[in-house]
Nanobody, 121 residues
């Protein structure tokens, strides 16, 4: 069984910064893609940032230049540094990871429970 646990959300003023963390635990042999998604009220869940097992990154246009995704493979963690936050960044942020439980086993994708980010003055 695999668990993803996010932390670091909260209330921040416009222009401020937050750093989200996501820790993976359980039956993990290998992790490939790790990503952050978000869902605002009344909207669909959307990709914010993705980092591959090789370290390549991809960002939503709305966060390019403001957010940075990174990972620590030894700790099985992924991070999202969010700077210059805007009210429209307000959402529940979810961690997602492709995880294999064994050398010849497929990758299954798991979700964390989400962490609330609110940008407001």
């Amino acid at each position: 069984q695999v668990h993803l646990v996010e932390s670091g959300g909260g209330l921040v003023q416009p222009g401020g910064s937050l750093r989200l963390s996501c820790a993976a635990s359980g039956s993990i042999f290998s992790i490939n893609d790790m990503g952050w998604y978000r869902q605002a009220p009344g909207k669909e869940r959307e990709l914010v940032a993705l980092i591959t097992g090789a370290g390549s990154t991809n960002y939503a246009d709305s966060v390019k230049g403001r957010f940075t995704i990174s990972r620590d493979n030894a700790k099985k963690m992924v991070y999202l540094q969010m700077n210059s936050l805007k009210p429209e960044d307000t959402a529940v942020y979810y961690c997602n990871a492709g995880i294999s439980a064994g050398r010849f086993r497929q990758y299954d994708y798991y979700w964390g429970q989400g962490t609330q980010v609110t940008v407001s003055s």
